[in-house]
């Protein structure tokens, strides 16, 4: 990642910068999370029910993406105070906001400068329009699933045709529960034995499902970097997992239930570093709507 190799070293770092020297532009904003208990969705809400939008796009997926401006300086001194000193977390973007960050002390930009500033959508932690969708799991080599029984407390066989049934079945299920389907065998729905999870690990971990089933990867013969070097594959689309279980394109496959804000809230309180992955904020932001240039005025 540009962040990661930033750390090593200076010339990495100024490397990872070489798109910014050369545009001097920020192209893309960062979504934060705000830790607000949703006032600042409400105050927007008030903000734009009759704003004058300056541009809006539909997305392939039904989503509408509206810009509209505040320009009044009472109204962003009263959003300022409204944020100030409260937690955030940086949903997607965190590579951005590390390469806008080298890129920054690169230059020497100054405090207050655009330069110095990353572009972001911000939004409640607690949003109403928000959901926090799963990103399911799979491996091409066969792997005993056997093992896991002694992790589970509940069994249920799961007898649809479709990806997004079985998604949905585990979602409404017994929680924590995690969709298992193996290519020799038929989709099962389990729920996790939380306590005996726990208690083969040497140090806690945030009780949610995508930890607890990366904490048993081990279990099932995977390597210590199989989050990352490739083993465990990442899926979005439930039906296209489906598809590729059904064609024998992969061997196994762990479907993954949503997160709430607050279980994803309570997982980071304690700066907890969540599995490759563990979120997928949806509505996804549309790239390219605003661009701000580094010599653009800061209000």
């Known amino acids: 990642s540009a962040a990661a190799t930033g750390r090593r070293s200076g010339n990495a770092g100024c490397r990872t910068t070489w798109g910014l020297r050369k545009v001097r532009t920020d192209l893309e904003p960062t979504l934060l999370l705000a830790n607000d208990g949703g006032n600042l969705e409400a105050e927007l809400r008030d903000d734009l029910e009759e704003a004058r939008w300056l541009t809006s796009y539909r997305d392939e997926f039904g989503h509408i993406h509206s810009i509209a401006a505040i320009r009044d300086a009472d109204r962003i001194e009263h959003y300022q105070q409204l944020l100030d000193g409260q937690s955030g977390l940086i949903a997607d973007g965190h590579h951005r906001y590390e390469v806008a960050r080298l890129y920054a002390e690169e230059q020497g930009a100054q405090r207050g400068t655009a330069a110095a500033c990353k572009l972001a959508v911000l939004v409640s932690l ?10 399911h799991r799979a491996v091409r080599a066969p792997v005993d699933l056997e093992r896991l029984r002694d992790f589970v407390v509940q069994e249920v066989p799961w007898h649809g045709r479709t990806g997004s049934g079985l998604a949905l079945a585990v979602a409404t299920a017994r ?9 020799d065998g038929d989709p099962v729905i389990c729920t996790l034995d939380v306590e005996r999870t726990l208690a083969r690990l040497s140090e806690p971990i945030p009780e949610l499902t995508v930890t607890l089933l990366h904490s048993l990867l081990d279990e099932l013969g995977l390597g210590p970097d199989a989050a990352s070097d490739g083993t465990v594959l990442y899926r979005s689309d439930p ?27 309570e997982a980071l309180s304690a700066c907890e570093l969540l599995p490759p992955k563990s979120t997928r904020f949806l509505p996804k932001l549309a790239s390219g709507l605003v661009w701000a240039r580094h010599d653009s005025a800061i209000c």
């Open 175 to 183: 929680q924590p529960a995690l969709g298992v389907w193996a290519a």
């Open 126 to 135: 607690g949003s109403s329009e928000m959901t926090i969708d799963p990103i």
């Open 239 to 265: 039906d296209k997992l489906y598809l590729e279980m059904a064609g024998g394109e992969v061997a196994a496959s762990f479907w993954l239930p949503p997160m709430s804000a607050a279980s994803l809230v």
